[in-house]
Nanobody, 120 residues
Framework: QVQVVESGGDLVQPGGSLRLSCAAS????????VRWYRQPPGKQRELVAA???????NYADFVKGRFTIFRDNANDTVYLQMTSLKPEDTAVYYC??????????????WGQGTQVVVSS
């Protein structure tokens, strides 16, 4: 069993900052890639940022320079630091973890999502 849990979503004013957390637990052998997606109201889910186990990062153009994805190895958590937030960043943010379980299977696991609302 693998669980992925996100947290940190909130209501924030335009120009503000927020930090989302993603933690995976269970019978995990190795984590390969952690991705943050978001789904704005009435729109399709879109990729926001990705972090590989080699510490390579990738960002969607619409968040470059504003969002940072990073891992805290001390507590095995991946964060999405969001700054200069805009109303169009309003969405449910999902964490996706590509990992190998102890049995050797590699799969993607999703969290339940965390709501971010950017509004004055």
């Amino acid at each position: 069993q693998v669980q992925v849990v996100e947290s940190g979503g909130d209501l924030v004013q335009p120009g503000g900052s927020l930090r989302l957390s993603c933690a995976a637990s269970g019978n995990i052998f190795s984590i390969y890639v952690v991705r943050w997606y978001r789904q704005p109201p009435g729109k399709q889910r879109e990729l926001v940022a990705a972090l590989t186990n080699g510490a390579t990062t990738n960002y969607a153009d619409f968040v470059k320079g504003r969002f940072t994805i990073f891992r805290d190895n001390a507590n095995d958590t991946v964060y999405l630091q969001m700054t200069s937030l805009k109303p169009e960043d309003t969405a449910v943010y999902y964490c996706n973890v590509n990992l190998m379980v102890l049995a050797g299977d590699i799969s993607d696991y999703w969290g339940q999502g965390t709501q971010v609302v950017v509004s004055s």
